[in-house]
């Protein structure tokens, strides 16, 4: 059967795989759903911005000016406590490492990965070997590196996570922590939680700044000032 199979050109096998699972379309719309929830379960990452200055970014992600943001430094990669930790058998550590987004006019191809998913559903339906490794260990955080270029006025980069710990990996989340460099207050922002955050600042030893538009400036974008 399987010397037969492999005789078969192209056409011949998918007119044979068609008939013999009558349900193909939807067998091939599963595949793809599969392929998108895998990429979406085992890629965790995190967010974030070069610039602070952006006004459309204050609108979008701080409710309008009325929020706050937080400043990080990832010098020499440095993302998580475990980033120089000399134990590497723990079951605990996160691994993690920052990329910046490839805006582009096109999706990211995952077409030879929708391909090998298929095949090994279908030779699993025939009773066939499968692989059950993906030669691209790289894929998904390829995937998670794509959007438009519509969105290019964010300068994104993505911190993308993972661990060796199930317990942890099957969570929606897990906490890396990381001391912020500066927290910057909205230009708008309520005076009860200006007053909150920086007390918390205070209490923390993290240096404050308050967001604002410099009148005399000729550039629309904001500015910031120690407190």
């Not at 070997?129 to 969105?151: E, G, V």
């Not at 300068?155 to 099957?170: F, K, M, Q, V």
């Not at 309520?190 to 400036?217: F, T, W």
């Amino acid at each position: 059967m399987v010397e037969a199979i492999v005789s078969f050109d192209a056409q011949q096998l998918t007119e044979m795989i068609w008939k013999t699972i009558p349900d193909f379309s939807e067998f091939l719309e599963k595949c793809f759903y599969s392929a998108k929830d895998g990429i979406r379960e085992q890629t965790k990452m995190v967010c974030l911005s070069e610039s602070i200055k952006s006004p459309l970014m204050w609108a979008h992600y701080a409710d309008n000016n009325k929020g706050f943001a937080l400043g990080y430094d990832f010098t020499n990669n440095d993302i998580t406590i475990c980033s120089n930790c000399p134990n590497r058998n723990c079951n605990n550590i996160i691994s993690a490492s920052i990329y910046p987004i490839i805006y582009s006019d096109k999706r990211f191809n995952a077409t030879r990965y929708g391909q090998w998913l298929v095949e090994q559903l279908v030779n699993s339906r025939f009773g066939f070997p499968t692989n059950p490794c993906y030669d691209d260990q790289f894929l998904f955080i390829k995937a998670a590196l794509y959007k438009s270029k519509d969105w290019a006025y964010e300068n994104e980069w993505r911190i993308i996570c993972s661990t060796a710990n199930p317990a942890l990996e099957g969570r929606d989340r897990y906490p890396i922590p990381k001391r912020p460099m500066a927290i910057y207050l909205g230009c708008l922002i309520p005076e009860v939680y200006r007053k909150i955050l920086i007390h918390m600042a205070d209490e923390k030893g993290i240096p404050k700044y308050q967001m604002c538009v410099k009148n005399y400036s000729e550039k629309y974008e904001l500015d910031f000032d120690p407190i």
